[in-house]
């Protein structure tokens, strides 16, 4: 199994910048792709940004210019910078990770508990 953490959410104003972070622990032979997903209220949860072991990156396109993915292959971990926030980025935000568990064995996903971002004044 692999155990994900989240940390960094909080309230902001709009116009201001948080950086979430993920951090892996468990078994982990291989994490192929590490995303952020976020879930409004009354919405369903939706892609923000993704990135692959090789570094190809994906983004929503309601956050393309403001948000940035990083991710540390090494150390399992990954980041979310996340600058001019608007209202509507308020969500709870999880960290999605495809994962071989161990080697040979079945890839799964795996998810994060979520953490909450507000952006209000």
């Known amino acids: 199994q692999v155990q994900l953490v989240e940390s960094g959410g909080g309230l902001v104003q709009p116009g201001g910048s948080l950086r979430l972070s993920c951090a892996a622990s468990?078994?982990?032979?291989?994490?192929?792709?590490m995303a952020w997903y976020r879930q409004a209220p009354g919405k369903q949860r939706e892609l923000v940004a993704s990135?692959?072991?090789?570094?190809?990156?994906n983004y929503a396109d309601s956050v393309k210019g403001r948000f940035a993915i990083s991710r540390d292959n090494a150390k399992n971990t990954m980041s979310l910078q996340m600058n001019y926030l608007k209202p509507e980025d308020t969500a709870v935000y999880y960290c999605?990770?495809?994962?071989?568990?161990?080697?040979?064995?079945?890839?799964?996903?795996?998810w994060g508990q979520g953490t909450q971002v507000t952006v209000s004044s």
């Open positions: 999605f990770a495809d994962s071989e568990p161990i080697r040979g064995e079945a890839r799964g996903d795996f």
């Open positions: 468990g078994n982990i032979f291989r994490i192929y792709v």
């Open positions: 990135k692959t072991s090789d570094g190809n990156t």
